[in-house]
DNA sequence: TTATTATTGCAATTGAAACTCAATAACAAT
DNA sequence: ATTGTTATTGAGTTTCAATTGCAATAATAA
């Protein structure tokens, strides 16, 4: 589930958008889709080069914005300077929990989103397509 | 409201962690108190400079995690390649709409999250001290 | 197969954030 | 008040994530 539709839900993306399906991309795609875990670019890179798989990180960060536009990968939080990603697609969702002590994610599930999504879009008459929450504090072994 | 209690509070803070109450720190305290928009280090910089307080950016970059950790202020959003803030105490609580199409953001109330917050405490046994609720969409002109 | 045009990798650049360090200023002890 | 101790300041420098220019390359259409 999840690692080969991926694949092909970006290749329809990059079809209807009119670029093209290259190699790289297609590498990208698949490694995105090898864990469910947290990644930044960094990691993305070096799991590419112990693969053999010699891409730049400018085609990482290139490809990056593509993949969030498809729905595939989604920023969740911004850390030690720089962007981490998850994919979106074939993953439950999800919330996340920051530790403050020991800096640890966690992550969770609720429902209550949805409620506060369609009320907000009621009251508005706006479109909401997606929301990140974040909770922050202290998990059970720093208290 | 706000404002004085701002600064008398970010003293106590200093007071109580052992650190010095300089002419700088109350500026900036000041200067952030001053508006309940948002701000970003570069425009705090630029306000201040346009009143003759010329105070560096390596001290507004090093207060700025005090103000955090007295709870005064908070990180709203990661735009434009570089955080965002906005002053906590004075304020009411809310979350923030983010328009994919004109990129404005728009303040919400609601009282879900307290709920959501309360769960996960009970559920994990952790202390839950802040969030970060975000919504994407489109506005009502965007649509 | 050829022409067109997007994509790639490399290297240089940008910009936010952090750091260095000498000078300064706050506070405590005299 | 004066001195000693130590945190803080500002200017400049450094770091590193992210972006961009450019020449070479490769993907699609004709």
Same mark, same amino acid.
């Given at each position: 589930?999840?690692?080969?539709?991926?694949?092909?839900?970006?290749?329809?993306?990059?079809?209807?958008?009119?670029?093209?399906?290259?190699?790289?991309?297609?590498?990208?795609?698949?490694?995105?889709?090898?864990?469910?875990?947290?990644?930044?670019?960094?990691?993305?890179?070096?799991?590419?080069?112990?693969?053999?798989?010699?891409?730049?990180?400018?085609?990482?960060?290139?490809?990056?914005?593509?993949?969030?536009?498809?729905?595939?990968?989604?920023?969740?939080?911004?850390?030690?300077? *720089?962007? *981490?990603?998850? *994919?979106?697609?074939?993953?439950?969702?999800?919330?996340?929990?920051?530790?403050?002590?020991?800096?640890?994610?966690?992550?969770?599930?609720?429902?209550?989103?949805?409620?506060?999504?369609?009320?907000?879009?009621?009251?508005?008459?706006?479109?909401?397509?997606?929301?990140?929450?974040?909770?922050?504090?202290?998990?059970?072994?720093?208290?």
């Amino acid at each position: 589930m999840g690692k080969t539709e991926g694949i092909g839900l970006f290749r329809d993306y990059l079809n209807q958008k009119g670029l093209r399906n290259t190699p790289e991309r297609e590498t990208i795609v698949r490694e995105v889709f090898v864990t469910h875990d947290h990644f930044d670019v960094d990691t993305l890179y070096l799991r590419l080069r112990n693969k053999k798989k010699n891409i730049s990180k400018a085609s990482i960060y290139r490809t990056i914005p593509l993949l969030i536009d498809s729905g595939l990968i989604k920023e969740v939080f911004f850390e030690d300077g *720089h962007m *981490h990603y998850e *994919h979106e697609y074939g993953n439950d969702h999800h919330c996340h929990f920051r530790c403050l002590g020991c800096k640890k994610i966690i992550e969770f599930k609720q429902d209550f989103i949805e409620d506060i999504q369609e009320t907000f879009s009621k009251d508005y008459g706006f479109e909401v397509t997606g929301h990140k929450l974040e909770l922050f504090g202290y998990c059970r072994d720093c208290l």
